[in-house]
């Protein structure tokens, strides 16, 4: 389904790309914190900003080992970041509407699917649940847009969830390019793979979930809207230099406003994709093109030969591309040298 209506945005081939601020639980579990990224987002010009909802318990069993570098437990790591409640979110979506920016978070669990239904007009799933088929399912069954992040996944698992979304009846779709690891190296980006994916599920949009450190110039974000990506997601911080969770990968505000400036950039020096002459170029067509000119005085009634003939600016006369219907004519006139013959001339 290549147009999705996201509040009151359309995703198309056709249009801008829309870019989700990914706020995460960089807010620290501080509602002020959440506030002002979302009055950050807002200024910088995104469309949408997302948090995240789940519970520790729910996401993962208390034994359960870390893959990252640190000698806690996923569970240990989770519950340290999941004190926002339902009451929470709502303030959020709230004052994000107030700013006119869409409200989004991803939901970890079947409560926070259901309690998020009321506030969010388009599901994000994360790429650590992209085999959890019961909850995409789970998720797909509500009838909204989805999100769907590929990090670490195969051709065919992806398409296992793109089927049981379909399945539910949704065709809703984004499916977004992510490689989970984190920061993702430079070398790792593999931003081409948003081109296989186009031509593996062309009825879909393609987009892009960022892992990367954030370059001075924006470019892997920016790269990816070249390559098609429709969707441009990137996790969000009001502080980079902080430790803990996501910060040391995220933009800031700075980083989103100059990735939003060469959207801006990008969406005037794009334009329109057939190639003909634009309104700008009539006067240089015109003038900067070359006319059949006398190399020499020809008197009337000389028969025009090439070597009587040179080719200069403006293009207001014969077009050179008529050369050997000159050649052999007669003067009509007398033609002085360097003057531009026409046709009533011959």
């Known amino acids: 389904m290549k147009r999705i209506k ?9 249009n801008r790309p829309f870019v989700v601020a990914d706020a995460g639980v960089n807010h620290e579990n501080d509602i002020d914190i959440a506030k002002r990224m979302i009055d950050d987002v807002a200024r910088a010009g995104a469309d949408a ?8 318990e729910k ?101 296992d969830a793109v089927t049981a979304i379909e ?15 984190y920061p993702t190296k430079y ?9 296989h994916l186009k031509n593996v599920f062309p009825n879909y949009l393609i987009g892009l ?26 996790h969000f911080t009001f502080d980079k230099s902080l430790n803990g969770n996501d910060h040391y990968h995220s933009m800031d505000f700075q980083d989103l406003k100059i990735f939003m400036e060469n959207i ?16 700008t170029e009539m006067l240089a067509r015109k003038h900067a093109r070359r006319s059949i000119v006398a190399k020499e005085d020809i008197p009337r009634g000389t028969e025009i030969t090439e070597d009587m003939i040179d080719f200069k600016r403006p293009g207001t006369g014969i077009n050179p591309k008529f050369l050997e219907l000159v050649i052999g004519r007669t003067a009509k006139k007398d033609i002085k040298n360097d003057e531009i013959i026409k046709w009533e001339d011959i």
Not at 187 to 195: C, P, R, S
Not at 268 to 274: D, R
Request: with cysteine; charged share 25%.
């Open 167 to 181: 399945e539910e009846g949704n065709k809703q779709i984004v499916i977004l390019h992510c490689v989970l690891s």
């Open 209 to 234: 979930s960022d892992h990367t450190l954030p370059d001075k110039n924006m470019l892997v974000l920016t790269t990816a809207v070249l390559l098609g990506a429709k969707v441009i997601e990137k």
């Open 264 to 279: 801006d950039l990008l969406e005037k020096i794009l334009g329109q994709s057939k190639k003909k002459p634009l309104e």
């Open 6 to 14: 996201i509040g009151n945005k359309i995703l198309a081939e056709e």
């Open 187 to 195: 070398e790792d980006a593999n931003l081409n793979m948003i081109i």
């Open 49 to 56: 900003i997302k948090f995240q909802t789940y519970k520790a």
């Open 59 to 159: 996401i993962a069993s208390r034994n359960s080992p870390a893959y990252w570098e640190t000698s806690e437990t996923q569970y240990e790591y989770f519950k340290k970041y999941d004190k926002f409640g339902e009451e929470d979110y709502c303030e959020l979506a709230a004052y994000a509407k107030e700013k006119s920016i869409i409200f989004m978070s991803t939901p970890f669990d079947l409560e926070a699917a259901d309690f998020l239904d009321q506030l969010v007009p388009v599901f994000k799933i994360s790429s650590s649940d992209i085999t959890n088929i019961p909850f995409i399912k789970y998720i797909a069954g509500k009838g909204k847009p989805i999100f769907l992040s590929t990090g670490a996944s195969t051709i065919g698992e992806i398409n």
